[in-house]
């Protein structure tokens, strides 16, 4: 036996927890065979945290797969039991949006490494009784998608109809669609590269030396301990929340506009508003995330390069894919900026595959995609009805 479904964690998994008619089942499956890992480990068991909305249909072929990004979980489309927020694409996906909920079986996974249920630093390793801390093993984006496509075994569906993700989600997509090409029929990253830039690799190590930095963070123990590492994991988030807007968008939103008062306090104070803004996302992520996934996540992806694991060619990744390709990139996300979007459609190009892009006219910076672009939302609705009637899926 390779897996064992235990119970939904909260008695309310099958209610209307968004109250915009979005109905998620949440559940958690068990792994007990090993997995095998990039580094050359294993792990065993391994436990992976999903929600599902929707209905699969008779002969599995509407099952959507949704990749979230670094900070995200499998609350895609319903209100977060944790945060009371709504979900954090619920914009995206839902009855009537571009990822209809009433026709497609929409499937999202808490990433191996995550701390939303699945099997993370801060999960009980069975060896010893004690959280795994930095015992353990460093993983790859390609060992999230190893554990997804368990996942995806575990509920019967042998190719997916599409894999969709933004940012690190879209770092997923492409893995899905090199190392698992007959599975998946319809690719769609956003805001998302090949490989991560050394700027992205230098940001990730700020935060990291924060949290490191932070005298509770404990060499990784902290849970040991009974501290967190608040205020260095706080920092990191504040740095690389800057990485997610562009310099309009800040500009719009903040200015220099002060915060709660009349004039400077000539201290360090949050004087500004933007200040302000930075520290509430800093001490509101601490409540719900874990210092040692950021880490671990972040060092994933450093280490991700679809190239590198294919000599160097990029195109080799995706050489004999059948699956259709979107790829959407945003003019203002310096982040993961167009021309890395291109370089993706170029390998796709070389080895014929059927693809198309879209750049996005935003001025929100990377996190567009999250936010209510309407152009973003018209290419997805046409992308995913063309590839549906090709699938000879229900028209919308």
């Known amino acids: 036996m390779t897996a064992k479904t235990t119970a939904p964690p909260i008695d309310t998994a099958r209610d209307d927890i968004d109250g915009d008619g979005v109905t998620p089942v949440m559940d958690t499956v068990v792994f007990t065979d090993a997995l095998d890992l990039d580094n050359g480990k294993t792990l065993q068991p391994f436990t992976i945290a999903y929600n599902t909305y929707g209905t699969l249909n008779a002969d599995r072929s509407n099952a959507i797969l949704i990749c979230h990004a670094l900070t995200g979980d499998q609350h895609v489309a319903n209100r977060n ?3 009371g927020k709504p979900g954090w694409w619920s914009l995206l996906v839902g009855p009537g949006k571009p990822v209809d909920t009433n026709r497609f079986f929409v499937i999202c996974a808490n990433i191996l490494g995550g701390c939303q249920g699945s099997t993370g630093p801060a999960s009980i390793n069975p060896e010893t009784g004690e959280a795994y801390g930095l015992t353990f093993p460093v993983i790859t984006i390609g060992d999230m998608v190893d554990a997804q496509a368990r996942l995806v075994d ?11 993700g933004g940012s690190m989600g879209g770092m997923q997509v492409l893995e899905w669609a090199a190392r698992h090409k007959e599975r998946v029929f319809a690719a769609v990253p956003i805001a998302a590269a090949a490989w991560h830039s050394s700027q992205n690799i230098a940001f990730h190590e700020v935060g990291r030396q924060a949290v490191m930095a932070d005298p509770n963070w404990m060499r990784g123990d902290y849970l040991k301990h009974g501290v ?3 205020n260095g994991l706080a920092v990191a988030r504040m740095a690389a929340h800057i990485t997610y807007l562009s310099e309009d968008a800040l500009h719009e939103k903040f200015g220099r506009n002060l915060q709660n008062r009349t004039d400077r306090t000539f201290s360090f104070d949050a004087d500004f508003q933007v200040e302000s803004y930075l520290r509430h996302q800093g001490s509101t992520f601490v409540d719900r995330f874990d210092a040692n996934s950021y880490l671990y996540i972040t060092r994933a992806m450093d280490y991700f390069d679809m190239a590198a694991e294919h000599g160097d060619v990029l195109a080799e990744a995706f050489r004999g894919t059948q699956s259709r390709f979107c790829v959407v990139s945003f003019t203002s996300d310096w982040l993961y900026p167009t021309r890395e979007s291109r370089e993706i459609v170029q390998a796709l ?5 059927n693809v198309s892009f879209v750049e996005i006219e935003s001025n929100a910076g990377h996190d567009a995609f999250l936010l209510n672009e309407p152009k973003f939302f018209a290419t997805m609705t046409g992308f995913i009805n063309s590839c549906a009637q090709k699938r000879g899926l229900p028209a919308a």
């Open 81 to 83: 039991p944790m945060t």
């Open 154 to 164: 575990h509920l019967g569906i042998d190719q997916l109809f599409a894999v969709i």
């Open 228 to 230: 967190v590492p608040r």
């Open 349 to 353: 190009n070389a080895v014929a595959a």
